[in-house]
């Protein structure tokens, strides 16, 4: 069997899009509490996703969302990392700048472990992506449109996406 450099490629950006989201879950995780979501998005799914982001685009007034939409349309696959927004309830916290947890859940607030165990995943896999030299960017737009499409579940309130290239020049950089 001969494979052609684009589908050998595209096959080696799944493979590495799986070896992401295994870093991202064996990232250290606050209270051993693991509340990470992570998927693959290729196909369709994809799709929505670019179109998604497009409209958040026209909708706020958010030009970037737009330009983010063309990098992710002009790759084959992209990682979404989130997690569930869940207190740990740990005594005499407040990083979150509540007296409790029950104050925080209350206000609507989210706990600050919660945004930074996933801050520490997205390093996870990031680091992984520079590893195996697949070029990457971590994209608030594209986890805030998986969001509104619900692609992570009802139970994940803060995502974010990491599309994955493999091209002569990145094409998450130079933008514009």
Known sequence: MLLLNEEVEAKGLFRAAEQLCLAARTAP???GMDLLVTAVV???DKDRLTEKMREIAERDG????SRDAGNVEGVVVLVLLG???EPL???HC???GFTDCGAMQKAGATCSFNTGDLGIALGSAVSRAADLRVDNRIMYSAGKAALELGLLGPDVAIAYGIPLSATGKSPFFDRG
């Open 89 to 91: 309830g740990l005594p």
């Open 62 to 65: 958010v030009a970037f969302f």
């Open 83 to 85: 997690t569930r927004k």
């Open 94 to 96: 407040g990083f979150c």
């Open 29 to 31: 995780k606050g209270k």
């Open 42 to 44: 290729d196909g369709e």
